[in-house]
């Protein structure tokens, strides 16, 4: 059985995406998943590890969890030495338990694709530093938008330009499943979450699983997984 442990903010529980990576793993491996969060709306690591301190440390110590996903606040980017210094206090609780670390690499919002440069050199830097695994999402995120660019109706984004979409999310929830298995879904995995309602208010979303569940366009799950793969390979 793996264990994953999120820590991060609505990124991480934006459409349930836990939930989705935690079937896509079960589905890549054919092994029991289970997932857990401590995620908090508009939150920093730098708030987590010093307003939730003993949460964060009790979790990652005696939770028993093969994997830690780490998602930093990222619009706006906070300072990279903050990020540098909690990202690293997280670690140093992964390592005492055998935890694998893993840094989740967020996307630029839509209106300031200028960004993604430098996302991807800050966390390129900490896993390389931390000697951790990292889940290449916003590398992925900008790739498949230029392939999207022809697509009438399909987005990455949530109507907000800076959240995930139903669609946005099955590309994090894959990226995360390569990262921590190695392998992609079956090719007929195509299932998401949608958990926004039509009226676009943050804290109204629907209450039933079986209504959020989504289906991928073929297409679009092709071009995801392509990228992904060539992102890896």
Known sequence: MKKILFI????TYMNDMPELVR??????????????????????????????????????????????IIQEY????????DTIEY????IELCKKVNTTPIIFETWAEKDKPENQSEMNRRYRKIAEDEGAKLAPIGEIWSNVLKKLENESGVDLYYIDG??????????VAMTLTKTITGKLPDASFRESFDFTLSDYAWNHVKLSVEDEGITIPENIASIIRDNIEKAFS
């Open 8 to 11: 991060g903010n609505s990124h």
């Open 23 to 68: 079937r896509m793993v079960e589905n890549a491996i054919g092994e029991e998943c289970q997932v857990f969060m401590l995620a908090y709306s508009g939150r920093s690591l730098k708030w987590h590890m010093d307003e939730e301190y003993f949460s964060e440390r009790f979790n990652i110590l005696h939770g028993r969890y093969d994997y830690c």
């Open 74 to 81: 990222a619009h706006p980017m906070t300072d990279f030495e």
């Open 87 to 90: 990202t690293h206090e997280i």
């Open 162 to 171: 800076a959240h995930a979409s139903g669609i946005g999310d099955y590309l």
